[in-house]
């Protein structure tokens, strides 16, 4: 093998994410409380992850660290071997554009635009060329199957449905990570694996690294890795 090709395969081989020595707490009053406890963890590029854990436990607000929402107490998250706290705000903000998409419990769509605008949107602000913005929202909500539902408003679609609209956006930028907190939580359980069958082809046809916040352990199963937030850590389960 070529000198390049070890140096790519060596590439590829490294982390996507490096999670190191994450602390986090808040105080309340005069007292610190301390949420996440000296967290270490890898992702790998393409990898889709599971995470559980009782409420309170810490898991949103590690996702919230992850996506770079909310600063660390102590720790590095390394993306690409680059420690991203390191950045400046602008820097921080700008690459959590480029590299990261949400998706919520609730799915914060813009009620008086359509299922194409609202997955426009984010495009837009980025200033993408409105045809280029639009062209990728048609496509990825045909992906999610709301091709037909394109001037749809958010009200004369359903839960579900509103989800697929949720996450299309969430892609529209093309990350490379998408997080998501409790995708399905405010949904049945038939459509909630719906929603979680649509994670898995979204990862394979894509192939963006996927770390998903549930309390449904049944759905938390059929990822390929699984995890479990208890007393501030993280823990693999088999």
Request: hydrophobic share 40%; proline share 4%; aromatic share 6%.
């Amino acid at each position: 093998m070529s000198e390049a090709a070890l140096r790519a395969a060596a590439e590829t081989a490294k982390p996507f994410v490096q999670v190191r020595g994450l602390r986090k707490s808040f105080r309340i009053e005069k007292t610190e409380v301390p949420v996440l406890k000296g967290i270490d963890a890898d992702f790998q590029r393409g990898e889709r992850v599971s995470i559980v854990g009782a409420s309170g436990a810490g898991k949103s607000t590690f996702l919230h660290i992850l996506g770079t929402i909310d600063a660390p107490s102590s720790g590095s998250v390394f993306f690409d071997g680059e420690n991203v706290y390191a950045k400046s705000r602008s820097a921080l903000a700008a690459f959590r554009n480029q590299t990261i998409g949400f998706v919520f419990q609730f799915h914060h769509l813009l009620p008086e635009f359509t299922a194409l605008e609202n997955v426009m949107m984010p495009a837009l602000i980025q200033r993408c060329p409105r045809a280029d913005a639009e062209s990728r929202a048609r496509e990825l909500l045909g992906v999610v199957g709301l091709g037909e539902r394109l001037v749809h408003k958010p009200g004369e679609l359903s839960g579900g449905e509103q989800q697929r609209v949720a996450l299309a956006r969430a892609l529209v930028l093309r990350p490379r990570l998408v997080l998501a907190d409790e995708p399905t939580g405010n949904l049945d359980s038939r459509t909630s694996e719906g929603i979680h069958e649509l994670f898995g082809q979204l990862n394979e046809r894509y192939g963006i690294t996927m770390v998903i916040v549930t309390h449904n352990d049944a759905l938390a199963r059929r990822m390929p890795r699984r995890l479990r937030m208890r007393d501030g850590m993280l823990e693999s389960e088999a």
